[in-house]
C-alpha cells in the first residue's frame, strides 16, 4: 500500500467515524421517541399484599434482591395491609413520587378499577402479582393447574394406599377472596375425582370456609368429622399450608389421623415441615417458588418500560413438592433430613 | 351477684327471682332451644363424638372470658386478649426452638410474658387514667405487631407430646382443657363470690368515686384484674398452640370480640358492676353449639358471620333493656 493510499483510506476511516458519532445520538433520540419511557435506570414501586405472612414476604426479598443485582433499578416499598384502600393510597403515593412502573400485590378486586385508571392517567404501566387488575400484566401463579398438581398428586396416593377409594373430602377453601383461590380449589377436586380409581360421592365432599386461619380449619374440620363416619378414610384440600396444618391438627386430635391424608398449596417452611415429618398426613402442596417471583418479573418490568413485547399474563412454574422432591428444591431448609 | 349484692349490708330479702337468676334461666332457655333446633336438623348434633367435639373446643374462649368477665365488671374492656394470646405462643415457641429451654419453662414464660402486657394495661389505666379501651386497643395493635416482629411472620411447629397433652389429651374421657377450664371456672367463682377482692371488684363496676371514698384500693384491684386478664388469655394461646401444636403470629385473630360477645350474652353488662360467671360460660357454650351446629348443618359461611353479628347486636340489646329495667326497678324499690 502506497503511502497516499494508505493517508487516503485513514481520511475515509475518520470522515466515517465523525458520520457515525454524529448519528448515534440521532438514533438513541429517535429510539426514545419511539419508547419514551426507556431511560438508563427505573424507579419501580412495589406494593406487597402485606408483610405478615412468609410467602409475600419471600416475594418482598426476591425483588429487592434481584433489583439490586440489576443495578439500574431501585425499587420504592409498599404494603397494601391486605386492603384495597390502602392499595389505592399506595398507588397515589408511587405516582407523586414518579416511579415509572409499579408492581401490585393486592387483595381488593373491587379497588382494581380505580387503582387502574389512576395509573393510566398518569401514564404508568402497572403488574399485578397473582390478583389480576383489568389493563395490569398479570405475573404469578396458574391456580387451576396449581390445584389439579395437588388433587391429581393425592389421588394418585389414594390408588396406591387405599385401593384407590377415599370415603370423604373435606374442602378447606376461602370464598370471600373470590374466583382466583377458587379456581385453584376447583383445580385440586376436580383432579382428584379424575384420577381417583372411586370419586367421592357428592354428598361426602364438604366444603369448608377455612377463613385463611389455622384455629378457623382446625374448628370447621373439628365440626365436620362427627358427621362422617369413624373408619372412614379422609382426604383434604387445602387452600395453603397453615390452612393445611390446621386441617392435621384437627384430624390427629380427633383420633382420625391414621385415616387422613391432605394436600396443600405454597409449599411454605412450616408446610415442609410438617410434610417431612414421620408418618405425616401431609402428602405435600404445589410450589409456587416466591422467592423467584422477583428474578422472573422484573426483567419483564424492564421489558415493558423498553418497550419490547410481554405476553399479558406470565405464569410461574409450578411443581408439587412432597417429602420426596423437598431436598431437590430446598436443600438448604432441611440440612438433616436431606443428608439422610 | 351484682354490685347491688355486693355492696348493699343488711338489704332487704332477695326476691325469689334476681335479676341474674333470671338471665341464668333465659341463657338455659336459649341453649335447649338451640340443642332441640340443631338435633332435628342434622342426626350428628347430639352424638357422642359432637359432644367431644365440643367440649374439647370451648377452653380457650371458656378460659379467656372469666379475664373478660373480671374487666367488665369493672367497668373497663380489654381489646389484646387475641394478641396477648398469639404472643403467648410466639414466645413459648421461640424460647423453646431458639433459645433451647424446656418447653415447660418456656410456657411459663410466655404466659410470663402476657402477663407482663396485663401489668401495661393496667398501669396505663389506673396511673394515666387512660380509657381502657383506647389503652388496649393500642395494645392489641402493639403486641401482634411484637408477635410478627419475633416471630419474623413465621409459623413455627411444636411437635411434643406432653406439651400436645394440654390442648388435644383427656382424662377419663374428659378432654384435659376442659377439666382446666372447669378448674379455673371454680377458682374463680369463689374468688368473686366469697371474698373481699371480688365483692370489691362490682363495687368498683358500679362507682369507682364511692368505691374510692369506701376505701377500696381501686388502682390496684384494676391493676390486678388487668394482670388476671392478660394471663389467663396467655394460658388460652399455649392451650391454642398445644392443639394446633404450631405457634403463629397471627394466631387468635378476632378472640377478643368472640369473648366480649360470649361474655356479654352471659348477662354481663358493658357498663360495669354487673355480671356472673355462671352467665359467662353459658354465653361461651351457647356461641360454641351456635358454630358448631351451623357446620354440622353446612350452612354458608357467610350466614355463620352473619348469625354471629346478630348474636352480638341481641346480646348487647338485652344488656340495655336490662339496664333499663333495673333502673326502673330501683326507682320503685
Not at chain 1, 99 to 107: E, L, M, N, R, S
Not at chain 1, 167 to 192: K, N, Y
Not at chain 2, 186 to 196: C, S, V
Request: charged share 15%; aromatic share 8%.
Amino acid at each position: 500500500m502506497t503511502k497516499r493510499t494508505f493517508s487516503t483510506v485513514a481520511l475515509a476511516c475518520l470522515v466515517f467515524s465523525m458520520i457515525l458519532a454524529a448519528l448515534v445520538p440521532a438514533v438513541r433520540v429517535s429510539a426514545q421517541d419511539a419508547c419514551p419511557t426507556a431511560k438508563d435506570s427505573y424507579t419501580i414501586g412495589f406494593a406487597n399484599l402485606t408483610e405478615d405472612i412468609v410467602f409475600t414476604q419471600l416475594v418482598r426479598e426476591g425483588l429487592v434482591s434481584t433489583a439490586e443485582a440489576m443495578g439500574n433499578v431501585e425499587l420504592v416499598l409498599a404494603d397494601n395491609r391486605l386492603d384495597g384502600a390502602t392499595a389505592l393510597a399506595n398507588t397515589e403515593n408511587f405516582i407523586t413520587q414518579g416511579v415509572d412502573a409499579i408492581i401490585h400485590f393486592q387483595t381488593d378486586e373491587a379497588f382494581g378499577n380505580v387503582i387502574m385508571a389512576r395509573a393510566r392517567a398518569a401514564g404508568v404501566p402497572v403488574f399485578a402479582i397473582d390478583i389480576p387488575m383489568p389493563g395490569a400484566t398479570f405475573f404469578g401463579a396458574d391456580n387451576y393447574y396449581a390445584g389439579e398438581l395437588a388433587g391429581a398428586a393425592l389421588a394418585e396416593w389414594v390408588n396406591a394406599n387405599w385401593d384407590g377409594a377415599a370415603d370423604a373430602m373435606l374442602v378447606l377453601e376461602l370464598p370471600q377472596s373470590g374466583p382466583i383461590p377458587a379456581a385453584r380449589m376447583q383445580g385440586m377436586v376436580e383432579a382428584f375425582q379424575a384420577n381417583a380409581t372411586t370419586p367421592i360421592a357428592d354428598e361426602m365432599v364438604f366444603r369448608l370456609d377455612s377463613k385463611n386461619t389455622q384455629e378457623e380449619a382446625f374448628r370447621v374440620v373439628s365440626d365436620t368429622l362427627p358427621a362422617i363416619p369413624e373408619d372412614a378414610r379422609i382426604v383434604a384440600v387445602t387452600i395453603n399450608d397453615g390452612t393445611a396444618l390446621g386441617t392435621i391438627a384437627a384430624l390427629e386430635a380427633a383420633g382420625r389421623g391414621e385415616n387422613s391424608m391432605v394436600v396443600g398449596q405454597n409449599a411454605d417452611p412450616s408446610g415442609q415441615e410438617e410434610m417431612i415429618k414421620e408418618n405425616s398426613r401431609y402428602l405435600g402442596a404445589t410450589g409456587y417458588f416466591p422467592e423467584n417471583y422477583g428474578a422472573q418479573l422484573l426483567p419483564r418490568v424492564i421489558d415493558v418500560l423498553e418497550c419490547r413485547p410481554v405476553p399479558p399474563s406470565i405464569y410461574v412454574e409450578h411443581v408439587f413438592i412432597s417429602a420426596e422432591n423437598v431436598c431437590e428444591y430446598y436443600p438448604d431448609n432441611w440440612p438433616e433430613f436431606c443428608a439422610q | 351477684m351484682t354490685s347491688s349484692d355486693a355492696v348493699s349490708v343488711g338489704a332487704p330479702r332477695r326476691p325469689r327471682f334476681t335479676d341474674d337468676r333470671l338471665t341464668t334461666l333465659s341463657l338455659i332457655a336459649v341453649f335447649v332451644a338451640l340443642c332441640l333446633f340443631f338435633g332435628t336438623q342434622t342426626p350428628f348434633f347430639f352424638s357422642s363424638a359432637n359432644l367431644d367435639t365440643i367440649t374439647s373446643t370451648l377452653a380457650i374462649v371458656g378460659i379467656t372470658a372469666i379475664g373478660m368477665t373480671l374487666v367488665l365488671i369493672t367497668g373497663g374492656v380489654d381489646l389484646s386478649v387475641g394478641s396477648v394470646a398469639a404472643l403467648s405462643g410466639v414466645v413459648t415457641s421461640l424460647l423453646w426452638l431458639k433459645g433451647g429451654l424446656p418447653l415447660g419453662l418456656s410456657a411459663v414464660l410466655g404466659v410470663g410474658a402476657g402477663g407482663l402486657v396485663g401489668l401495661i394495661n393496667g398501669g396505663i389505666v389506673t396511673y394515666l387514667k387512660i380509657n381502657p379501651l383506647i389503652t388496649t386497643l393500642a395494645t392489641f395493635s402493639i403486641v401482634r405487631g411484637l408477635a410478627f416482629v419475633l416471630s419474623e411472620g413465621q409459623t413455627n411447629l411444636l411437635s411434643n407430646e406432653a406439651f400436645n397433652f394440654i390442648g388435644r389429651g383427656s382424662i377419663g374421657g374428659v378432654p384435659f382443657s376442659l377439666l382446666l377450664m372447669i378448674a379455673l371456672y371454680l377458682a374463680f367463682l369463689f374468688i368473686l363470690r366469697y371474698t373481699q377482692f371480688g365483692r370489691n371488684l362490682y363495687a368498683i363496676g358500679g362507682s369507682p368515686q364511692a368505691s374510692r371514698l369506701a376505701g377500696i384500693p381501686v388502682s390496684r384491684h384494676l391493676l390486678t384484674v388487668y394482670v388476671i386478664s392478660a394471663l389467663l388469655a396467655s394460658l388460652s394461646g399455649i392451650i391454642n398452640v398445644s392443639q394446633l401444636a404450631s405457634s403463629a403470629p397471627r394466631a387468635a385473630v378476632g378472640l377478643e370480640f368472640t369473648v366480649i360477645t360470649a361474655v356479654v350474652l352471659g348477662g354481663t353488662s358493658l357498663s360495669g358492676g354487673k355480671g356472673t360467671l355462671i352467665g359467662t360460660i353459658m354465653g361461651v357454650i351457647i356461641l360454641r353449639t351456635l358454630d358448631n351446629g351451623l357446620v354440622l348443618m353446612q350452612v354458608s359461611s357467610f350466614f355463620q358471620d352473619v348469625a354471629r353479628g346478630l348474636v352480638l347486636i341481641l346480646a348487647v340489646g338485652f344488656d340495655q333493656i336490662r339496664l333499663k329495667l333495673s333502673r326502673i326497678q330501683r326507682r320503685r324499690a
